[in-house]
């Protein structure tokens, strides 16, 4: 995953999206003078009274109060008159006043306490786009299509449908719920290959990007590399960009097992695991491994951590790649 260029091409989009509104307020301004040269007249001859009372307080601080209130009053009178000339050119307010998609950064994409929401869920979208295969094409867990899955009886009259509507149903509550999940509930989709776990791994993502959530989906080699990637690149933006993995609304990561699994992969992903255990934030792990063997290669502690606070769907039925 090629982290700079999304975030290269996300802040142009930002600068791009600031560009046109700046050319909107230009326009629209230059159309009400251009109809209305009395507002222009107007707005001049109010800032002309504002500098004078400026410059009387600078050559005699001791009117600074007496300024105060005659600022004030020359506001009111001037925002009263504009508004009401604005009205009686069919505007009910400013057209010229600035116009944001997100009002806490301004569409800048920061604030005073660093990245801004909106920007963290536009690059968790856009890193999920680019970490799945179905990108843009996926369906969220109530637009997802069960025709793939098998209508043969197995397990206890069930198939392999069947199953998976449960599975959805499970899934629909955990949305929900969300909001009041307090304890950071995890699941894990494990076991056999070709079930359609990563499939719905990606619509769950996709159910809780719609409603606003903030999702990091990403399998588990392309999260190292990531992590690595930050560590080389070590500055203020890529901490935030690492806090994100931490602190996101829901962690989705998908293939465990398949990353190359050594000391290093393993206390990477127990921090991960551990520091959104501490924070009550849920995770998803999606492996082609059994619980067992999940315990068995990553350990007691990050096994612990994983299902205390679980919810561990039971997939069976055919191989989907061979038609379900």
Not at 51 to 64: D, H, Q, R, S, T
Not at 188 to 204: D, E, P
Not at 219 to 245: C, D, F, G, H
Request: hydrophobic share 35%; net charge negative.
């Amino acid at each position: 995953m090629n982290l700079k260029e999304l975030q290269r091409s996300l802040w142009a989009e930002y600068e791009e999206k600031r560009n046109i509104e700046a050319l909107r307020q230009r326009q629209a301004q230059d159309l009400i003078y251009q109809n209305h040269p009395y507002l222009k007249s107007l707005e001049e001859d109010y800032g002309k009274m504002k500098l004078e009372i400026v410059k009387a307080v600078l050559k005699n601080p001791e009117m600074g109060q007496e300024a105060d209130l005659k600022l004030a009053e020359l506001e009111e009178d001037f925002t009263i008159t504009k508004d009401s000339m604005l009205k009686e050119l069919g505007f009910e307010s400013d057209p010229r006043l600035p116009q944001y998609e997100c009002q806490l950064c301004k569409d800048t994409g920061e604030t005073d306490q660093g990245l801004c929401l909106c920007y963290k869920q536009k690059l968790a979208s856009r890193i999920f786009q680019q970490e799945y295969e179905r990108g843009k094409g996926q369906a969220s867990l109530s637009k997802m299509s069960f025709s793939i899955y098998s209508t043969k009886k197995e397990k206890e009259g069930l198939s392999q449908r069947d199953n998976i509507l449960g599975i959805v149903e499970d899934l629909n509550k955990f949305v929900q719920d969300f909001d009041s999940n307090l304890e950071g509930t995890n699941i894990i989709f494990s076991g056999q290959v070709s079930q359609g776990k990563t499939y719905l791994s990606a619509a769950l993502a996709m159910e809780l990007i719609e409603k606003g959530r903030l999702v990091i989906y990403q399998t588990v080699p392309s999260l190292l590399e990531l992590l690595r990637e930050l560590a080389w690149n070590y500055n203020e933006n890529s901490v935030e960009l690492k806090q994100m993995i931490y602190d996101c609304d829901m962690l989705i990561l998908d293939d465990l097992g398949k990353e190359t699994i050594n000391d290093y992969s393993r206390r990477q992903l127990f921090h991960i695991l551990n520091m959104r255990y501490t924070a009550r934030k849920s995770t998803l792990i999606s492996s082609n491994l059994e619980l067992l063997d999940i315990e068995k290669i990553y350990g007691d502690a990050f096994f612990t951590r994983l299902m205390e606070r679980c919810i561990v769907p039971n997939f069976f039925g055919p191989d989907l790649r061979l038609g379900g």
